[in-house]
């Protein structure tokens, strides 16, 4: 189909994200088919980069991201401020779009930095040197653009928290107004409340056109085994299980710079360089300031320097922000001496109070039930259309809970536990036959699923530095993950709520669920098999880091000494440098972050228009 533009197709094919030569014919069709779906690639309605940038601009912003995307976009509604955005990957491939498809482009560098820890003394012991994954967006729309796509927002007293750090205007009152504003949610008065949910946003929510009929059954085993079901876990109650809201719109991914920049495109005073990668932030100094002066970047293997008239902003994200701080030389002496920066400006703060979300997966197996893929012609000509079946959601990824575990306190909405759920996802196929065996060369393998508790409130703490001066290199990552012996506890008790799951009548009955014994290296020889050593050995042997990176530009008074940005959001010390994205969260939020991240660039944006249209 002609869509009326000639653009080059963005990304990555489909066909080159499943494994085994078998599976290039029908993933090449789903591609082309996608591709050629005008409203569905949007193809027409993507930005055109720039390919060279002007000398200055107002608003220089460090990453289309989750938060970059928000903040570009909102600033770029002033027509008398010049903006540039800098973006070190691509634009969105329009399979990515594709709620089924959620995590086919993990691994993929077109859009993914695809980053490894340090080795790590107490987690991920099971993998390659002990390295954990961490897959990160590096494409515009950032790690939104990989992930599940679930609008979870953190408990209020997250944010009660952050103010009571010495915050203001940071409690869940105040930002509230900024979780509605950005919000258009579609099921406004039919399952969630009106009061507490925004619908003229850009960030359209609803809950997937489709779930499998196991999720439905998911929420009868919860309450069977006694835990309350809700339709909603960012209203008053705040725990218990639900089927969740989605950033989507008419059963596509909604990225924010989807939502953000594609309506912006057209606007001249936006410009945004794509496949660029910021390498410096420059200071201007004089006896008594710090102030920014330009923005130095890499395009094309070439290097620019625009010049910053009003305010730079990063929004890198919780790994890459702390990095290009520590390359621009500001942050603790001693992690800039070590590969041999100038310090600029002292704040020992950079890259510090690093939090992440931690989890670990149980499988089971449903024995009533042979493993076939769930994406086929039907699947797929029913998505085309109507965009619905199981193409138009995440299968059992979309069921999530929250819940207070013994360690938490019971006499406030403080849940310290959540689960995740994989399973039924419609993401490969070989020939797109009904009932074709899901992976090659198995006849009668069972179905699975995934229970995965989640550490909301982790203790543990580690930190973001530099392994080398070059600003091309990766940044050393350094979690400590389950260090601290609070958070394995955390998932252990996870691991037998998830037993507790799976004993209930309606699982057993129509499923035939059987929790899948693995032996997680030598674990199961050197502790009693569903013993509480054997499941700590378990997880430490098989972490697996969720994508929630946060805390490594702490937002806090400048009386904290970890502390990096002002509650303005402004660098403490310098003039004309902000921080917006996951690192400003004083710690992590009791839920998925990306709600909260697309929150915190509405009222970062606000914070500028404030301070910049009221000095004029």
Known sequence: MDCGCCVPYPGPSLANTCYGGSFIFFMSMLDIMTRNTCDLSEICQRIKPKLQPDLEYDFVVIGGGAAGSVVAGRLSEEPDWKVLLIEAGGDE?????????????????YLDWNYKTEPQEKACLGEKERRCTWPRGKVLGGSGVIHGMMYMRGVPKDYDEWEKMGNPGWGYKQVLHYFKK?????????????GLHGTDGPMVTSRFPDHPEMADDMMKAAEEVGYSVVNDLNEGQHSGFTIAQANIINGSRLSSARAFLRPARKRPNLHIMINSTATKILIRKDSHHKTVSEVEFVYN?????????????LSAGAINSPQILLLSGIGPKQELKKVNITQVHNLPGVGKNFQNHVSFGVRFELQSMKDVNDLDGLALGHYLVYRNGPMSSTGMAQVTARLTTQYGNSSEVNPDLQFFFEGFLAN???????????????????KAILISPVV???????????????????PLMRPNYLTDEYDIKILIEGVRIA????????????????????????????????SDQFWECAIRYSTRPENHQSSSCKMG?????????????????IEGIRVIDASIMPFVVSGNPHGTIVMIAEKGAQFIKEKWLNNL
Request: glycine share 10%; net charge positive.
């Open 301 to 313: 293997n070439r290097f620019y320097k625009v010049k910053v008239k009003r305010e730079a902003i």
């Open 93 to 109: 491939p329009s399979g990515s779009q594709v709620p089924s498809m959620m995590s086919n482009f993990i691994g993929n560098p």
């Open 499 to 530: 037993q507790k799951l799976s004993k209930s009548k309606i699982l057993r009955t129509k499923y035939g669920i059987k929790l899948a014994r693995e032996d997680y290296g030598n674990c199961a020889k050197q502790f009693k098999y569903n």
């Open 182 to 194: 950005s919000e258009g949610n579609q099921q406004v008065g039919t399952l969630v409340d009106g």
């Open 428 to 446: 490969c196929s070989r020939w797109g036959v009904v009932g074709e065996n899901a992976h090659l060369g198995t006849y009668n393998s069972k």
């Open 456 to 474: 909301l409130r982790p203790k543990s703490r580690g930190y973001i530095g530099l392994k080398t001066n070059r600003p091309l290199d990766p």
């Open 557 to 573: 008074p400048s009386s904290d000494r970890l502390a990096v940005v002002d509650p303005m959001l402004q660098l403490h010390g």
